[in-house]
Nanobody, 124 residues
Framework: VQQASGGGLGQAGGSLRLSCAIS????????MGWFRQAPGKEREFVGG????????DYADSVKGRFTISRDNGKNTVYLQMNSLKLEDTAVYYC???????????????????WGQGTLVTVSS
Protein backbone atom coordinates (compact mmCIF):
# COMPACT_ATOMS: atom_id res chain seq x y z
CA VAL A 1 0.00 0.00 0.00
CA GLN A 2 1.29 3.44 -0.72
CA GLN A 3 -0.04 6.84 -0.03
CA ALA A 4 0.86 10.20 -1.37
CA SER A 5 0.64 13.14 0.99
CA GLY A 6 1.75 16.71 1.34
CA GLY A 7 -0.50 18.32 -1.19
CA GLY A 8 -2.41 21.47 -0.56
CA LEU A 9 -2.35 25.10 -1.46
CA GLY A 10 0.85 26.68 -2.66
CA GLN A 11 1.69 30.09 -4.01
CA ALA A 12 3.24 30.77 -7.36
CA GLY A 13 6.96 30.89 -6.86
CA GLY A 14 6.68 28.93 -3.65
CA SER A 15 7.43 25.34 -2.70
CA LEU A 16 5.66 22.20 -1.63
CA ARG A 17 6.94 18.73 -0.85
CA LEU A 18 4.98 15.60 -1.54
CA SER A 19 5.72 12.28 0.11
CA CYS A 20 4.91 8.78 -1.01
CA ALA A 21 5.10 6.25 1.82
CA ILE A 22 5.17 2.61 0.88
CA SER A 23 4.15 0.02 3.44
CA UNK A 24 3.64 -3.72 3.50
CA UNK A 25 5.84 -6.69 4.35
CA UNK A 26 7.87 -8.01 1.48
CA UNK A 27 6.87 -5.18 -0.75
CA UNK A 28 9.59 -4.16 -3.18
CA UNK A 29 9.61 -1.55 -5.83
CA UNK A 30 12.19 -0.93 -8.52
CA UNK A 31 11.05 2.38 -9.97
CA MET A 32 8.81 5.07 -8.55
CA GLY A 33 7.12 7.55 -10.78
CA TRP A 34 5.22 10.71 -10.10
CA PHE A 35 2.36 11.61 -12.38
CA ARG A 36 -0.18 14.39 -12.34
CA GLN A 37 -3.55 15.10 -13.84
CA ALA A 38 -4.88 18.60 -14.21
CA PRO A 39 -8.60 19.29 -14.63
CA GLY A 40 -9.71 18.42 -18.12
CA LYS A 41 -6.31 17.05 -19.11
CA GLU A 42 -4.76 13.64 -19.44
CA ARG A 43 -2.48 12.25 -16.81
CA GLU A 44 1.15 13.09 -17.48
CA PHE A 45 4.54 11.97 -16.25
CA VAL A 46 6.27 14.35 -13.87
CA GLY A 47 9.39 12.41 -12.98
CA GLY A 48 10.69 9.24 -11.46
CA UNK A 49 13.51 7.55 -9.60
CA UNK A 50 15.22 4.18 -9.83
CA UNK A 51 15.45 2.73 -6.37
CA UNK A 52 18.78 0.93 -6.62
CA UNK A 53 20.92 3.75 -7.97
CA UNK A 54 18.83 6.85 -7.35
CA UNK A 55 18.82 7.87 -10.98
CA UNK A 56 16.10 10.42 -11.71
CA ASP A 57 14.42 11.81 -14.78
CA TYR A 58 11.93 14.61 -15.22
CA ALA A 59 9.45 15.99 -17.67
CA ASP A 60 10.71 19.08 -19.42
CA SER A 61 7.94 21.13 -17.83
CA VAL A 62 9.34 20.58 -14.33
CA LYS A 63 13.03 20.08 -14.99
CA GLY A 64 15.11 22.37 -12.82
CA ARG A 65 12.20 23.06 -10.49
CA PHE A 66 11.21 19.65 -9.14
CA THR A 67 13.46 17.13 -7.42
CA ILE A 68 12.72 13.51 -6.59
CA SER A 69 14.56 11.69 -3.84
CA ARG A 70 14.13 8.53 -1.84
CA ASP A 71 14.81 7.32 1.66
CA ASN A 72 15.10 3.57 1.37
CA GLY A 73 15.21 3.18 5.13
CA LYS A 74 11.86 4.88 5.47
CA ASN A 75 10.59 3.38 2.22
CA THR A 76 9.50 6.84 1.20
CA VAL A 77 9.89 8.84 -1.99
CA TYR A 78 9.69 12.62 -2.07
CA LEU A 79 8.78 15.13 -4.72
CA GLN A 80 10.19 18.55 -3.86
CA MET A 81 8.43 21.19 -5.93
CA ASN A 82 10.03 24.62 -6.11
CA SER A 83 9.23 27.72 -8.16
CA LEU A 84 5.64 26.60 -8.42
CA LYS A 85 3.61 27.76 -11.37
CA LEU A 86 -0.14 28.02 -11.80
CA GLU A 87 0.05 25.23 -14.35
CA ASP A 88 1.40 22.87 -11.70
CA THR A 89 -2.10 22.68 -10.26
CA ALA A 90 -3.16 19.05 -10.50
CA VAL A 91 -3.79 15.85 -8.61
CA TYR A 92 -0.42 14.19 -8.09
CA TYR A 93 0.03 10.44 -7.95
CA CYS A 94 2.95 8.27 -7.01
CA UNK A 95 3.17 4.96 -8.82
CA UNK A 96 5.46 2.03 -8.21
CA UNK A 97 6.81 -0.51 -10.61
CA UNK A 98 7.06 -3.77 -8.69
CA UNK A 99 8.27 -5.84 -11.61
CA UNK A 100 11.99 -5.74 -12.17
CA UNK A 101 13.27 -2.91 -14.27
CA UNK A 102 16.55 -1.04 -14.48
CA UNK A 103 15.18 1.77 -16.57
CA UNK A 104 12.89 4.66 -15.84
CA UNK A 105 9.75 4.89 -17.96
CA UNK A 106 7.47 7.84 -18.47
CA UNK A 107 4.58 5.56 -19.51
CA UNK A 108 1.90 5.10 -16.89
CA UNK A 109 1.17 1.51 -17.98
CA UNK A 110 4.67 0.52 -16.86
CA UNK A 111 3.67 1.14 -13.26
CA UNK A 112 1.48 -1.38 -11.48
CA UNK A 113 0.82 0.00 -8.02
CA TRP A 114 -0.72 3.42 -7.65
CA GLY A 115 -1.34 5.50 -4.60
CA GLN A 116 -4.33 7.68 -4.12
CA GLY A 117 -3.70 11.14 -5.44
CA THR A 118 -3.05 14.30 -3.54
CA LEU A 119 -4.30 17.64 -4.79
CA VAL A 120 -1.88 20.48 -5.35
CA THR A 121 -3.37 23.89 -6.03
CA VAL A 122 -1.12 26.79 -6.94
CA SER A 123 -2.49 30.28 -6.57
CA SER A 124 -1.13 33.61 -7.71
Amino acid sequence: VQQASGGGLGQAGGSLRLSCAISGRGFWWYVMGWFRQAPGKEREFVGGIIRSVGTTDYADSVKGRFTISRDNGKNTVYLQMNSLKLEDTAVYYCAARTRYSSSLSDKDFEYDLWGQGTLVTVSS
